[in-house]
């Protein structure tokens, strides 16, 4: 692919197709009418300044916007050609296809295993075998295995804040989602952890789709394939990343990448 | 001054100094109950005192004091209630001419009349009769003492089969009436079968009562005769002491396995002279049932409660004026909820329960009076708000990122509730509940109109079918202290005992509290997130 002259490129491998997507905190609306594709197994990185609504936006993907009883939503979202917001839809298995990763890490007060089983848990499942496995196959994706095997069965709070992190990425790897959000996974953290997280992003490429909410605009063209910049919760551009950093169409995210603005 | 003023030191030295009145004020509320109970069963020696108008007067020193015109004076338990009518007299120091200490005194503990103090004048029984010699009466009393024991085995043994005997009796009788309202006729087949069992039963219990009247007579021949300090005699029978000893002959380690023996009768002995003496092991196990089964209550009903409000409840104004309402609740005061109790539980539903499975029994009540269960009930309703608002408060206190974490890997509500938020929660929980047990093991007043008895004939807990007789009243140690301190018809005598009560009851309150704090502890360690 090569460069375009679009401001909003078009994906012909999507896995999610968002369009025109509006969502409304009572009164204002935080989502403008946002239509874009998300490419399958890339990393995309959202950009832009706080409070234009990128978190928002991926907490559409899995309905965490629901807990929220003042938020309205319109548009569509489509993940596989499947509205996620048709009734039909079962969210409990909506969540287990897209899994997150939040901003500050959450690790449950249980040991490092039963973290990382967690979601296999309360599916269900109740092989032994199955879990072993899956704990080490998730904390060896993670990069935590050679630190952890060890301790499996000590609790996670005893663990840095870059190996919570990484432990949180386990957990969601865990039950094999197909698309793993981000919401600022390294905010929090000092700048070894956060290159360690970004070399893990970079190794689960390929495997997953990402979608990645940054601020650290560094940070984005270090680890995306795709990067969307946003602006008061309007999609100002969104293409390859390195075009996108190298090239923008679009004065205002030209300077908001330069540093000018924001 | 001005410096000093500005840095804010007068409220730091106003905080410190809040704190040290409260702890002053529990370190000398403990000092004064222990202080004073946990000496009483420490044996006293027995002074006997010459006065100066030729009285001699024989007993243990309660107390010292000055009196008005600033002479010293003693207070002395004479105890021989029979010949002296008090327990209690005052002497003052300048009407004694000399006191002395003779090893010989004996102090015997008996059923009634309160403590004797005399020495050993006469030892009678069956086999053998001694008048004198000191030697030979303490050997000859212990041997009769000795030969009792058999008599005295029959005699718990009857009783028992007399109670045996009142409580089949009664079924009986029960089943009779039973059928009697079903308006049955009396030559019905089952009612003649009744009949005869009852006549039965009737001609037993006149065999044991006969037996029981020969029991008597035969330990009335064992009997000893003790003579007072001024020489009146007085006869006891040695079925009647419960407990004899020389304290001034008594070495440290005598005394230490005769504290030891008071204290394991304490805890498991019926009390004897309307409470005053003896063991307190109904209140004591009354008091204990009492809080679980409080605890299986309000457990379980608040903690579903404060759930409900912080998790699924819609917020908004209902909640908030339910809130408020759960929060004054605490507020109110307890002997509210007593009336409360007997209103609706044991009028309400122990009546209603009378009126459906009981009408036999009637006008009788069997649920429809006080008892452990309404008592509990009640209690329960009293600390319930306590725990609603710990479990709120412990709910709510988890962050946010636990929940969403958990439902972002597919987690149900409920299923983030059992296996995350309630764990979590369970230190705040567990500390609301401990509060809320200590409350409801000090609550009297709610008691003593739901079901708390001065003397309770028998455990909610027995041998019994169906074992488990949540309908009966029972003893409490809280409601032990205000009767034998306030009700007792001789308060000075019960005094030692108040206090000993009080130590009881504080202690029991600080074992299952350390229990509760001891599971917390190990949740929180457990359960704590780590806060970077």
């Known amino acids: 692919m090569t460069a375009q002259a679009t401001p909003i490129m078009q994906i012909t491998d999507a896995i999610v197709e968002v369009k025109d997507l509006h969502l409304y905190y009572g009164d204002s609306e935080a989502l403008r009418g946002i239509t874009m594709s998300i490419p399958r197994k890339k990393v995309t990185a959202l950009i832009g300044p706080s409070g234009c609504g990128k978190s928002t936006f991926i907490r559409c993907f899995n309905r965490m916007n629901d807990l929220i009883e003042s938020i309205r939503i319109s548009g569509e979202i489509t993940i596989d050609d499947q509205d996620i917001y048709d009734n039909s839809v079962d969210v409990i298995e909506l969540r287990r296809r897209v899994g997150m990763v939040f901003q500050k890490w959450n690790p449950f007060p249980k040991s490092i295993y039963e973290n990382v089983i967690y979601g296999l848990r309360i599916a269900g499942v109740r092989d032994k075998n199955l879990l072993d496995e899956t704990v080490e196959k998730s904390l060896k994706r993670a990069a935590l295995w050679d630190e952890m095997k060890d301790r499996l069965h000590e609790s996670a709070m005893g663990m840095s804040g870059g190996q919570m992190q990484r432990l949180c990425i386990a957990r969601a790897i865990a039950v094999s989602p197909e698309i793993i959000l981000m919401d600022e996974p390294c905010s929090a953290l000092d700048p070894r952890s956060t290159s360690r997280i970004e070399e893990l992003i970079r190794e689960l490429q390929g495997d997953y789709t990402i979608i990645i909410v940054t601020h650290n605009m560094q940070q984005a063209a270090r680890v995306s394939d795709f990067t969307a910049y946003f602006y008061i919760g309007e999609l100002v551009e969104f293409g390859l990343t390195k075009r996108v950093f190298t090239s923008p169409v679009r004065k205002e995210t030209e300077d908001y990448i330069t540093g000018r603005f924001g | ?532």
């Open chain 2, 1 to 532: 001054m001005k410096k000093f003023v500005r840095r804010g030191e007068p409220f730091v030295w106003a905080t410190g100094m809040t704190l040290s009145i409260i702890i002053t004020m529990t370190v000398l509320l403990l000092y004064v109950v222990i202080a004073n109970g946990i000496g009483v069963f420490w044996p006293q020696k027995l002074v006997q005192l010459s006065l100066n108008d030729g009285r001699v007067v024989l007993g243990e020193i309660t107390k010292e004091e000055k009196d008005g015109n600033n002479v010293s004076r003693l207070q002395l338990k004479i105890g021989n209630r029979e010949i002296n009518g008090l327990d209690f007299t005052w002497i003052s120091e300048p009407d004694i001419r000399s006191r002395s200490y003779p090893a010989d005194l004996y102090v015997i503990e008996r059923q009634e009349n309160g403590n004797f103090y005399g020495t050993l004048a006469e030892v009678h029984s069956p086999e053998i009769t001694v008048a004198e010699g000191q030697g030979t009466l303490v050997s000859a009393l212990g041997k009769a003492r000795h030969n009792l024991q058999p008599l005295l085995m029959t005699k718990q043994q009857i009783s028992r089969k007399i109670g045996a005997l009142n409580l089949a009796l009664e079924k009986v009788n029960q089943k009779l009436a039973g059928y009697r309202y079903q308006h049955m006729d009396e030559k019905d087949k089952r009612i003649i079968t009744l009949v005869d069992a009852e006549t039965k039963l009737k001609t037993q219990f006149a065999t044991l009562v006969d037996g029981g009247k020969q029991n008597t007579e035969e330990l009335a021949a064992y009997y000893a005769i003790f003579k007072t300090a001024d020489g009146k005699e007085s006869t006891v029978r040695l079925a009647d002491m419960v407990r004899l000893y020389q304290p001034n002959r008594m070495g440290l380690f005598a005394k230490i396995r005769h504290y030891a023996d008071k204290l394991v009768e304490l805890f498991i002995a019926d009390p004897r002279e309307s409470n005053t003496e003896g063991g307190l092991f109904p209140a004591i196990f009354g008091t204990v049932m009492l809080v679980l089964l409080m605890s299986l209550l309000s457990f379980p009903l608040g903690v579903i409660t404060g759930i409900y409000l912080r998790e699924y409840a819609h917020p908004g104004v209902t909640v908030k004026i339910v809130r408020i309402a759960v929060n004054n609740l605490a507020g109110i005061p307890s002997i509210v909820y007593g009336i409360f109790g007997l209103g609706f539980f044991i009028y309400g539903i122990g009546g209603a329960l009378d009126q459906f499975f009981f009408p036999e029994r009637l006008p009788t009540p069997t649920f429809g009076t006080g008892g452990i269960l309404w008592a509990s009930l009640t209690l329960g309703l009293l600390t319930v708000p306590v725990v609603i608002v710990a479990t709120e408060e412990a709910l709510g206190s988890i962050p946010p990122s636990i929940r969403e974490g958990s439902l972002a890997l597919g987690a149900t509500r409920f299923q983030t509730l059992t296996r995350l938020l309630l764990p979590m929660a369970s230190p705040g929980i567990m500390t609301g509940f401990i509060l809320a047990m200590a409350r409801a093991a000090g609550e009297v007043a709610p008691l003593m109109i739901t079901g708390v008895v001065k003397l309770a004939p028998s455990l909610p807990i027995d041998g019994q079918f169906p074992y488990f007789h949540l309908n009966r009243k029972f003893m409490h140690l809280g409601f032990h202290i205000y009767d034998i301190g306030f009700q007792s018809p001789n308060v000075e005598a019960a005094k030692p005992m108040v206090y000993v009560t009080t130590l009881l009851l504080i202690l029991i309150v600080l074992s299952m509290c350390s229990v509760a704090i001891y599971l917390r502890n190990k949740m929180r360690a457990r359960y704590a997130i780590a806060d970077v």
